[in-house]
Every structure is written in C-alpha cells, then in structure tokens.
C-alpha cells in the first residue's frame, strides 16, 4: 500500500520549534522528490518547502525562509520538517506529498499559540 504517515505536530508557543515527519511506504522514496504544504483554515493550501530525491536541492516558500529546514534519510524512508522560530501564521495542517505520484499523506496539526 503507498502511503505517506505526518506526525510531529502540536500546540507550542511563538518562537518554539517543531520538527516533522513524514513516514513512507509502499513505494521507492529514494527516487522522488517530496515536498511540504500546508493549510490553514480559510485559506488555500501552500508550498512550504520541497526537496530532490538526492536531498542535494531544496526549495522554501518566502514565509518560512530562513526559519524552516527539510530535510530526507532515505534509509528510514522518511523525510523531515525542521521548524523554528514559530510564528502564529504558521498555525496550519501539514501535509507532505509525492509530485509525480500524486500522494498525499493526512496531515499534522501545528498550532502556533500563547
């Protein structure tokens, strides 16, 4: 089954950090790239950050720049979402995803609140 599991999401508070997961499954990780978005409620789902099948590149929306670092062990067939320094316009569901699969995990909740 090909799936993709986010986990690490929680309530912290402004300029806390948080470090995501995504888990895959099912398939071949090591040959996609993977990227980051996430939603907030009311608003249309953004890129966050995206990252090579090699990890060799690395692209971020201007909002998290900076801040947020992604990063991919392939051997554990996950990949990762460095988050510092929160904001609370970080609060959002994230979700990561596989482009030229067309895979979507569940998401994780990020609550970014005093």
């Known amino acids: 089954q090909v799936q993709l599991v986010e986990s690490g999401g929680g309530l912290v508070q402004p300029g806390g950090s948080l470090r995501l997961s995504c888990a895959a499954s099912?398939?071949?990780?090591?040959?996609?790239?993977i990227g980051w978005f996430r939603q907030a409620p009311g608003k249309e789902r953004e890129e966050v950050s995206c990252?090579?099948?090699?990890?060799?590149?690395?692209t971020y929306g201007d909002s998290v720049k900076g801040r947020f670092t992604i990063s991919r062990d392939n051997a554990k067939k996950t990949v990762y979402l460095q988050m510092n320094n929160l904001k609370p316009e970080d609060t959002a569901v994230y979700y990561c995803?596989?482009?030229?699969?067309?895979?979507w995990g569940q998401g994780t909740q990020v609550t970014v609140s005093s």
């Open positions: 990252i090579s099948s090699s990890g060799g590149s690395t």
């Open positions: 995803n596989v482009p030229n699969l067309g895979v």
């Open positions: 099912g398939f071949t990780l090591d040959y996609y790239a």
